[in-house]
């Protein structure tokens, strides 16, 4: 099972780059260029119980969001145009820190 988890990592080690930024794609002298958010895990397990009898097991999983796109014109200018959706997805954590944070900070300049 260690040298399958191994193996596994040694595939998906340059993963992040095109998980992250999609293939660049012309429509009609327009290139865009899509942007996501992703991430993956994978688990691996092995061992016995009491009566000797084996174990095992394995797993894994990711997300990708999409956030938006650079698109390119033909005059050379390059902007980000964003995915409202996915973006604020991708935000919803700092939002909810920031949220706790702020709390303590007024909770702390009240006493």
């Known amino acids: 099972m260690a040298e399958f988890v191994l193996e596994l990592a040694d595939k998906v080690a340059g993963v992040g780059v095109t998980t992250s930024y999609g293939e660049a794609v012309d429509i009609e002298g327009t290139t ?3 942007v996501a958010l992703g991430y993956y895990g ?3 397990g092995s061992g016995s119980d009491a009566q000797n009898q084996q174990g095992s097991g394995g797993g894994g999983g990711g997300v990708s969001i999409p956030l938006g796109a650079y ?3 033909s005059g050379g200018q ?3 145009e964003p995915n409202l959706i996915g973006l604020l997805l991708a935000l919803t954590p700092l939002i909810w820190v920031s949220g706790k944070a702020l709390k303590g900070v007024i909770r702390a300049l009240k006493r």
């Open 71 to 73: 698109v390119g014109r």
């Open 42 to 44: 994978f688990g691996a």
């Open 78 to 80: 390059t902007r980000f």
């Open 32 to 34: 865009i260029v899509p």
